[in-house]
Protein backbone atom coordinates (compact mmCIF):
# COMPACT_ATOMS: atom_id res chain seq x y z
CA UNK A 1 0.00 0.00 0.00
CA UNK A 2 1.51 3.44 -1.11
CA UNK A 3 0.72 6.68 0.17
CA UNK A 4 0.76 9.63 -0.64
CA UNK A 5 3.11 11.16 1.90
CA UNK A 6 6.33 13.31 0.94
CA UNK A 7 5.75 13.30 -2.38
CA UNK A 8 4.96 9.14 -2.88
CA UNK A 9 8.51 8.17 -1.66
CA UNK A 10 6.56 6.95 1.40
CA UNK A 11 5.94 3.24 1.27
CA UNK A 12 3.49 2.14 4.03
CA UNK A 13 2.05 -1.70 4.82
CA UNK A 14 -0.54 -2.06 7.88
CA UNK A 15 -1.06 -5.39 8.58
CA UNK A 16 -1.44 -7.78 11.23
CA UNK A 17 1.95 -8.97 12.88
CA UNK A 18 1.24 -12.33 12.32
CA UNK A 19 0.51 -12.22 8.86
CA UNK A 20 3.76 -9.40 9.30
CA UNK A 21 5.92 -13.17 10.67
CA UNK A 22 4.84 -14.96 8.45
CA UNK A 23 5.51 -13.10 5.30
CA UNK A 24 9.39 -12.29 6.68
CA UNK A 25 9.73 -16.16 7.36
CA UNK A 26 9.98 -15.53 11.11
CA UNK A 27 9.63 -18.26 13.42
CA UNK A 28 7.43 -17.78 16.42
CA UNK A 29 10.11 -17.13 19.17
CA UNK A 30 11.85 -14.88 16.97
CA UNK A 31 13.80 -12.45 18.99
CA UNK A 32 15.79 -9.12 17.99
CA UNK A 33 17.06 -8.49 20.86
CA UNK A 34 17.78 -10.00 24.27
CA UNK A 35 17.94 -7.93 27.62
CA UNK A 36 20.61 -8.64 30.67
CA UNK A 37 20.43 -7.40 33.91
CA UNK A 38 23.71 -7.81 35.77
CA UNK A 39 24.14 -8.08 39.12
CA UNK A 40 27.62 -6.47 38.84
CA UNK A 41 27.34 -3.60 36.56
CA UNK A 42 29.95 -2.73 36.85
CA UNK A 43 31.65 -5.38 34.21
CA UNK A 44 28.91 -5.07 32.06
CA UNK A 45 32.08 -4.28 29.28
CA UNK A 46 33.71 -7.65 30.33
CA UNK A 47 30.34 -9.48 29.75
CA UNK A 48 29.78 -7.69 26.35
CA UNK A 49 32.88 -9.06 25.39
CA UNK A 50 32.36 -12.71 26.43
CA UNK A 51 29.14 -12.31 24.51
CA UNK A 52 30.63 -11.26 21.29
CA UNK A 53 33.43 -14.05 21.97
CA UNK A 54 31.22 -16.70 22.24
CA UNK A 55 28.50 -16.14 20.20
CA UNK A 56 30.09 -14.49 17.12
CA UNK A 57 27.04 -13.82 14.91
CA UNK A 58 25.57 -11.78 17.82
CA UNK A 59 25.93 -7.75 18.98
CA UNK A 60 26.48 -7.34 22.53
CA UNK A 61 26.02 -3.54 23.90
CA UNK A 62 26.25 -2.15 26.86
CA UNK A 63 22.87 0.35 27.94
CA UNK A 64 25.36 3.61 27.64
CA UNK A 65 25.98 2.41 23.89
CA UNK A 66 22.49 1.85 23.48
CA UNK A 67 21.06 4.82 25.04
CA UNK A 68 23.21 6.44 22.36
CA UNK A 69 22.09 5.24 19.65
CA UNK A 70 18.60 5.83 21.12
CA UNK A 71 19.56 9.51 22.03
CA UNK A 72 21.23 10.25 18.06
CA UNK A 73 17.92 8.77 16.06
CA UNK A 74 15.91 10.86 18.76
CA UNK A 75 17.94 13.74 17.88
CA UNK A 76 18.00 13.23 14.06
CA UNK A 77 14.34 13.51 14.16
CA UNK A 78 13.55 16.34 15.87
CA UNK A 79 16.23 18.03 13.23
CA UNK A 80 14.04 16.94 10.43
CA UNK A 81 11.03 18.75 12.78
CA UNK A 82 12.80 21.69 12.81
CA UNK A 83 14.01 21.89 9.05
CA UNK A 84 10.41 21.20 8.29
CA UNK A 85 8.93 23.91 10.63
CA UNK A 86 12.03 26.25 8.67
CA UNK A 87 10.22 25.53 5.30
CA UNK A 88 6.81 26.49 6.97
CA UNK A 89 8.07 29.76 7.88
CA UNK A 90 9.71 30.53 4.88
CA UNK A 91 6.80 30.18 3.20
CA UNK A 92 4.76 31.59 5.03
CA UNK A 93 7.01 34.57 4.70
CA UNK A 94 6.98 34.40 1.10
CA UNK A 95 3.23 34.72 1.25
CA UNK A 96 2.96 37.93 3.08
CA UNK A 97 5.49 39.10 0.63
CA UNK A 98 3.35 38.33 -2.05
CA UNK A 99 0.61 40.18 -1.00
CA UNK A 100 2.20 42.95 0.60
CA UNK A 101 3.97 43.32 -3.17
CA UNK A 102 0.80 42.99 -4.68
CA UNK A 103 -0.80 46.00 -2.13
CA UNK A 104 1.88 48.39 -3.67
Same mark, same amino acid.
Given at each position: ?????????????? +??? $?????????????? #? /? %???????????????????????????? +??? $?????????????? #? /? %????????????????????????
Amino acid at each position: MESSAAGGLNNLLI +THY $ETLREMLGLKERYA #S /F %IIVKLSEPERAEEVEAWIEAKYPDFEAK +TVE $EAAEILINAVREGV #S /F %INLVGYAGMIASALAVITVLTMMV
